[in-house]
């Protein structure tokens, strides 16, 4: 988790007008963690899931899936990885 840190520390201050917003609700262990990043009036979300995936969504938005169960969490690591990636692919 320290490397993901570090990799979300240089993103965010990679250039400026960027910023990170995480989050996690209290919902009675049904919410999952959620990673927003923002820069260059653009914005990524990211959200973590084991059991919902759609076919549909829009470029900025990953929902990182993983596991066979609703118990199987894939993790915050995880969600700021996937929220990182579709930055530089999107050249946040």
């Known amino acids: 988790m320290e490397n993901t840190l570090t990799l979300l ?8 007008s960027r910023s990170v917003f995480i ?4 919902g009675y262990g049904a919410s999952c963690w959620t990673v927003k990043l923002f820069g260059h009036g653009k914005e ?3 959200a973590e899931t084991s ?11 990953v929902f ?3 596991g066979n169960s609703d118990d199987d969490w894939p993790g915050l690591e995880a969600v700021i990885l996937a929220a990182i990636k ?3 692919e999107l050249e946040l």
């Open 86 to 88: 579709k930055a530089e």
């Open 23 to 26: 989050n996690a609700d209290d």
């Open 51 to 61: 059991f919902w995936e759609h076919k549909t969504i829009p470029e900025n938005v």
């Open 9 to 16: 520390e240089n993103w965010r201050y990679g250039h400026k």
């Open 44 to 46: 990524v979300y990211a």
């Open 64 to 66: 990182v899936v993983d």
